[in-house]
């Protein structure tokens, strides 16, 4: 049996491929008979020869081929390539069940595509949801989870979170912990547990700036302004998220519990306090005391007219993520 998994949505396609290998058989047989094909050096010789091995003490094998597929159509010979690999394919081991796996969206008119349409069960597409989908995606995952969520909350999580499946799956299942068996997650559960994905862009920055990763940090900068939003209100977000880090490591170094630090905030449950604290520890006080003094400074340069907006945030994400 051969696969064909397209588009980009890995987190659903990583779930369908544990599928199928609990279905081939035991994990420490699996990881015997399990070959991985990077698609983007190889030859279609590499992996013929990687369908057409037998498997060892096992019925069955894996075979995984990343982002080879949507390599064809570049060159001339490529016709030819999928002609090749097609024959293959009608001549395959029963004991070979065959993964190919392209991050992309493949064009219909693909001759291995077509060739896997005639095929029932064998051309999966994961597409990332739209946002006006989102929350039937969220609802379908709870009810898979033996759970239930309102319809607000369902809504307020979508917005909150967007299309980041994998962030989306963690929340709901941290809100279904919360709540266990009693009742539905409600929009008052989602408002106190996931405070922090109100700005969930600002919060993955965060995030990457205590790992000091400059990349993801500019990554998730660069996607805010090419929505369009105001470089001062991103830099506000970033400061009220730091604000919220020196806050509550302060109770905490102060010898608040994180009972009594949710009871200080307001919060219903020390498990937001947990959360927040969990993330603080990516930050010495002394360091969240610098940042806020280069924030200011940037609010300022921005403000006076003294460095470009764009720039000022480039820089500003640099300096931080150089912090010590």
């Known amino acids: 049996m051969f696969y064909i998994f397209h588009g980009q949505d890995d987190f659903s396609a990583k779930e369908a491929l544990t599928k199928i290998k609990r279905a081939i058989g035991t994990p420490d047989m699996l990881d015997l008979n399990t070959t991985e094909v990077d698609g983007k050096t190889a030859t279609v010789s590499d992996i013929i020869n990687a369908i057409n091995a037998l498997p060892f003490l096992s019925p069955k094998r ?5 982002n080879f597929l949507s390599r064809l159509g570049r060159n001339k010979n490529d016709a030819d390539v999928a002609e090749t690999l097609i024959s293959a394919l009608k001549n395959m081991p029963e004991t070979t069940e065959l993964v190919f796996w392209d991050t992309v969206d493949l064009k219909k008119s693909h001759p291995v595509l077509k060739f896997g349409m005639v095929h029932k069960n064998c051309v999966h597409y994961f597409g990332v949801p739209q ?44 809100l279904l912990l919360y709540v266990g068996d009693s009742r539905p997650v409600t929009l008052a559960d989602v408002e106190l547990l996931c405070p922090y994905t109100a700005d969930s862009e600002t919060f993955a920055m965060a995030n990457a700036i205590g790992r000091r990763d400059t990349r993801l940090a500019l990554d998730q900068l660069h996607k805010r302004l090419e929505e369009g939003q105001n470089p001062l209100a991103i830099l506000a977000g970033i400061a009220s998220q730091f604000r919220g880090l020196l ?16 009871r ?14 969990k993330e603080a520890r990516n930050f010495s006080i002394e360091r969240l005391v610098q940042i806020f003094g280069i924030l200011r400074d940037t609010d300022v340069a921005i403000k006076t007219g003294e460095i470009e907006q764009t720039l000022a945030l480039d820089t500003l994400i640099s300096r931080l993520c150089g912090v010590r």
Not at 62 to 66: Q, Y
Not at 162 to 168: F, I, K, Q, S, Y
């Open 62 to 66: 894996l075979v995984i081929v990343s």
């Open 264 to 277: 200080e905030k307001g919060w219903r449950s020390d498990y937001a306090a947990k959360m927040r604290l």
């Open 247 to 262: 806050e509550v490591k302060s109770m905490a170094e102060a010898g608040l519990t994180p009972a009594q630090i949710a």
């Open 131 to 174: 946002k006006q989908t989102l929350p039937k995606w969220i609802e379908k995952r709870v009810q898979q989870k033996g759970g239930k969520m309102e319809f607000r909350a369902g809504q307020a999580l979508a917005n909150v979170v967007g299309d980041d499946l994998r962030a989306l799956d963690n929340e709901i299942e941290k």
